[in-house]
T-cell receptor
Framework: DGGITQSPKYLFRKEGQNVTLSCEQN?????MYWYRQDPGQGLRLIYY???????QKGDIAEGYSVSREKKESFPLTVTSAQKNPTAFYLC??????????????FGDGTRLSIL | QKEVEQNSGPLSVPEGAIASLNCTYS??????FFWYRQYSGKSPELIMS??SNGDKEDGRFTAQLNKASQYVSLLIRDSQPSDSATYLC????WGSGGSNYKLTFGKGTLLTVNP
């Protein structure tokens, strides 16, 4: 089945540690996105990528990094510089970011907590 | 003024009633609009999209758009307990960087349908 796979489902980070969240899609979508959701809050955009080997900062990129070496993969690294990483992280993709009628579809998410 | 505003709720309706969820947005150049449903602990799921003024119906769901009033709504007819979830409004507009569309989410309205 086509879809977006995020792993792991739950992740725990120790102080000073970098952790990487995986996002893979087999929908042949060009655009991929990372969002963060805190309790009672809307989704906030961390990074997005419209094409392989290119990505842009979203609204809250500080303390995060990404790569887009393959069309189907867009991993997110939460660095030790991110002081409040506990959140629900959602990866999304869309066919393209250049058309207004293309919705974003989401993976199942990763819950990150601090030990 | 927040870019996308929704009443946080909770909105409580009896089973079989019509649930009405509202969303206002601040940017007049917004061009497409999406409603997502998010069950507790799960990721958002696309349920409706609308691009033109007026109504769009899909099964028990009707999306309504009024661009002059900068207002979009979602009606759920014959509400069922399984409709109990948070409903996120998302507004799409061309990004300020000029290279892609940007989706902005409201914080969501919690709907509870009582048996």
């Amino acid at each position: 089945d086509g879809g977006i796979t995020q792993s792991p489902k739950y992740l725990f980070r120790k102080e000073g540690q970098n952790v990487t969240l995986s996002c893979e899609q087999n929908l042949n979508h060009d655009a991929m996105y990372w969002y963060r959701q805190d309790p009672g809050q809307g989704l906030r955009l961390i990074y997005y990528s419209q094409i392989v080997n290119d990505f842009q900062k979203g609204d809250i990129a500080e303390g995060y990094s990404v790569s887009r070496e393959k069309k189907e993969s867009f991993p997110l690294t939460v660095t030790s510089a991110q002081k409040n990483p506990t959140a629900f992280y959602l990866c999304a993709s869309s066919l393209t970011g250049h058309r207004l009628d293309q919705p974003q579809h989401f993976g199942d998410g990763t819950r990150l907590s601090i030990l | 003024q927040k870019e996308v505003e929704q009443n946080s709720g909770p909105l409580s309706v009896p089973e079989g009633a019509i649930a009405s969820l509202n969303c206002t947005y601040s940017d007049r150049v917004s061009q497409s609009f999406f409603w997502y449903r998010q069950y507790s602990g799960k990721s958002p799921e696309l349920i409706m999209s609308i691009y033109s003024n007026g109504d769009k119906e899909d099964g028990r769901f009707t999306a309504q758009l009024n661009k002059a009033s900068q207002y979009v709504s979602l009606l759920i007819r014959d509400s069922q307990p399984s409709d109990s979830a948070t409903y996120l409004c998302a507004v799409n507009r061309w990004g300020s960087g000029g290279s892609n569309y940007k989706l902005t989410f409201g914080k969501g309205t919690l709907l509870t349908v009582n048996p």
